[in-house]
């Protein structure tokens, strides 16, 4: 009986229920860009261009284009292509073809078109369907029926799709991974974007979700799970109070003697009252000696002060984030040093360190598996 019912459990929905903003979003979206494609239609009825009409599948183009703009399979350049190569082979195919066959060739060349195009769009075989079951105005029209009207109103619909997402806060189209931008999730998940591209191959998932789609998905979970690996802690608890500082006037001499006798790598820089106004590090002590030659090591200035070498302190973290949320953020900026701030005083300092020893004692206190 159980497993009767496990059967039939992949017959009911799978998708998650929609929220019911995002069906009215979804909804008046498809209604304006259908809405523009047939306003364009009748502007080409009042220029005598009879070629120009809409073709059903733009309603499954719609589909895609305002309820999964994320998806691959919507972007414009498989909606475009996809549905202007569907109705090319559609009429290559029913040229040759007779009526009965003509209807499965061009569906299944249209597939095999779209995937060496990289242009996999699903309304694309409704497309080149429609025009094997009807021929009349492709044949009439020739190869330009592809331009127009399928590839001038799918054009349409995909330029109100990515003005709507936009407006209604949907990133469309979806900006593919750059190898060189950083920024992007993969390089903080220690995988590259080739490795992304490999799990979603293993799991026959490419056509479904995109590279950075997945590297968002992983860092968002990788986050979620150290906030609750850790929860309750905040920064103020682990961070270090023993605080040594300096301030804007302090000279550089004067800031290597307390590296010097400290053993430290930091120095936060702070005006009255504790306000914190930047950090100096060591590295950045080294470069300005080492930027007046061999010999600044001896022939230091005297007159030079910490506020000419020190960084801006717009990395500093307030007392009370969770530290789960601090580790992603250490992960994506290699920082060493995290200022740790009330208000705008300068209340503790986090390294890299103190962030190994929490995660060291965590592992510590999980029982063996």
């Known amino acids: 009986m159980r497993n009767r ?3 039939w459990h992949h017959l009911f929905p799978a998708l998650p229920p929609f929220h019911g903003a995002e069906q009215m979003r979804a909804g008046l979206g498809a209604l304006l ?9 009748s502007v080409g009825v009042a220029l005598d261009l009879s070629s120009l009409q809409l073709v059903a599948p733009l309603g499954a183009t719609a589909v895609l ?35 009965p066959w003509a209807s499965g ?31 009349g105005p492709a044949l009439g029209a020739g190869m330009i029926y592809a331009v127009m009207p399928v590839g001038l109103t799918t ?3 995909v330029l109100s799709a990515v003005l709507y997402n936009r407006a209604t806060g949907r990133m469309y189209p979806f ?17 590259t974007n080739e490795q992304l591209g490999a799990l979603l191959d293993q799991f026959n998932q490419s056509t479904n979700l995109g590279v950075a789609d997945l590297g968002r998905l992983l860092a968002a979970a990788e986050a979620q799970a150290a906030q609750h690996r850790f929860d309750g802690t905040t ?14 006037a302090t000279t550089i001499p004067e800031a290597l003697k307390l590296f010097r006798r400290h053993a430290i790598k930091s120095l936060p820089v702070v005006g009255t009252d504790m306000e914190l106004q930047g950090l100096v590090l060591q590295v950045d002590l080294l470069g300005a000696l080492t930027a007046q030659g061999k010999l600044a090591w001896t022939r230091i200035s005297p007159r030079r002060r910490v506020s000419d070498v020190m960084r801006p302190a717009d990395r500093a973290v307030p007392h009370d984030l969770p530290v789960g949320a601090l580790l992603n953020r250490l992960a994506a900026d290699g920082s060493e040093v995290i200022p740790v701030t009330q208000g705008n005083r300068l209340v503790g300092i986090l390294t890299r360190s103190d962030i190994i020893r929490l995660l060291l004692q965590g592992s510590e206190e999980r029982p063996a598996a």
């Open 175 to 191: 900006r593919q991974p750059d190898t060189q931008d950083v920024s992007t999730p993969a390089p903080r998940l220690g995988l």
């Open 5 to 7: 019912m496990r059967a």
């Open 155 to 157: 054009a349409a619909l």
């Open 235 to 248: 920064c103020a608890d682990v961070m270090a109070t023993n605080l040594i500082t300096v301030q804007p």
């Open 105 to 135: 060739v061009a569906v299944g060349v249209a597939i095999v078109a779209m995937m060496l195009l990289r242009a996999l769009h699903p309304p694309g075989g409704a497309v080149a369907l429609l025009t094997a079951l009807d021929p």
């Open 33 to 41: 860009g259908i809405g523009l494609c047939a306003a364009l239609v």
């Open 65 to 99: 284009v305002f309820c999964v703009p994320n998806s691959p399979l919507a972007q414009p350049w498989s909606a475009i292509i996809g549905n202007m190569i569907s109705a090319m082979v559609a009429l290559l195919v029913i040229q040759v073809l007779p009526a």
